[in-house]
């Protein structure tokens, strides 16, 4: 085997785990829609843990801290005795939205994958001084995507996948205080409604140089209770230089944009006009590969957000690990 071939082999490989994380940026909570993942160019089948954290903090006007004073990144201890306020322009309010999840990925034939998705939450709210955390099993998600286009030359290689997912109401949706007054929709473990999603994903790839291109539309169903979300749509940008290290460490920093837009909680069919989410971030990653595991983190901050009357979006921070057999 010549150098050039072995190096379009290496090149080749590089792409093929990238992806594995690549699009693990998804929304903490479940106002906007849930972009799964894919792995394209290699057709391999995989099991991943990932952990997710979402910030929101600060009203319009005030500072917005991804790490809010009192806040905590990992999952806290359950909390359930504070009440229940409205918001009143306190700066340090926050929401904060966090999820360990388990991803599987296996490939039925060369074109044709399946996805599940077990996730353990945790979140939190403070507001007007009073803080509460609530944790447990989440709703859990599997998907379907199909590859329509595979080109895989030696120095251009793009990819176009196109899927179909499902979500099922498996997390807690009845969390209350000590008072027995219920905590708000979206604190819940779950959303108690059954939703689907469909979704494109893009990849292209010059040489060292790649991008990935991928857009989500999610339909929300309603729970028990009459309440809903209404439906969502996500995108997400992802530009990234590829660099060997030796014979078996790869490095990838990238940098992502994330654009996502909901009309809020909807209920008995209506929009009650609370949180709705209409913004773009923009951050970086940085993605490490050896043999058959991928070591990928990332931090986003809020770039714009169209006025609210919640504390606003701050960034979320991912950290993921990957193995492929």
């Not at 403070?126 to 599997?142: A, E």
């Not at 169903?221 to 230089?241: K, M």
């Not at 069919?269 to 490490?288: Q, R, S």
């Not at 919640?310 to 990957?322: D, E, Q």
Request: proline share 3%; charged share 15%; aromatic share 14%.
């Amino acid at each position: 085997m010549n150098l050039s071939k072995t190096h379009c082999i290496a090149n080749r490989k590089l792409l093929i785990v990238l992806f594995v994380l690549v699009n693990s940026n998804v929304f903490a909570c479940d106002i906007c829609g849930c972009f799964m993942g894919i792995t394209p160019y290699y057709n391999r089948n995989s099991i991943s843990l990932l952990y997710r954290y979402r910030s929101f903090n600060g009203y319009d006007g005030q500072p917005h801290s991804l790490f809010p004073k009192g806040g905590k990144f990992f999952i806290p201890a359950r909390s359930q005795n504070s009440p229940i306020t409205s918001h009143a322009g306190n700066p340090d309010d926050y929401e904060l939205y966090r999820s360990m999840e388990i991803r599987g990925k296996y490939f039925i034939n060369s074109r044709l994958e399946i996805n599940a998705i077990l996730p353990y939450v945790s979140n939190s709210e403070r507001y007007n001084g009073y803080t509460s955390s609530i944790s447990g099993i989440g709703d859990v998600n599997f998907y379907v995507g199909y590859h329509v286009v595979q080109k895989l030359e030696d120095n251009f290689k793009q990819q176009l996948i196109a899927g179909v997912g499902l979500k099922l109401p498996t997390g807690k949706n009845d969390f209350k205080n000590i008072e027995g007054i219920r905590y708000s929709s979206l604190m819940q473990g779950g959303t108690g409604s059954t939703d689907g999603f469909i979704y494109l994903n893009y990849m292209v790839g010059l040489g060292k140089f790649g991008a990935n291109i991928n857009t989500s539309y999610k339909i929300n169903g309603t729970n028990s209770r009459d309440e809903g979300i209404a439906n969502s749509t996500t995108s997400f940008l992802n530009i990234f230089y590829t660099q060997r290290i030796g014979k078996d460490v790869q490095v990838m920093p990238s940098a992502q944009f994330f654009y996502e837009y909901s009309g809020g909680e909807k209920y008995k069919g209506i929009k009650t006009g609370e949180h709705v989410m209409n913004n773009l971030m923009g951050g970086v990653g940085a993605d490490i590969f050896y043999k058959n595991i991928a070591l990928n983190a990332g931090i986003q901050k809020n770039i714009w957000e169209a006025k609210t009357d919640h504390p606003m979006s701050a960034g979320k921070v991912y950290v993921g690990l990957t193995y492929n057999f």
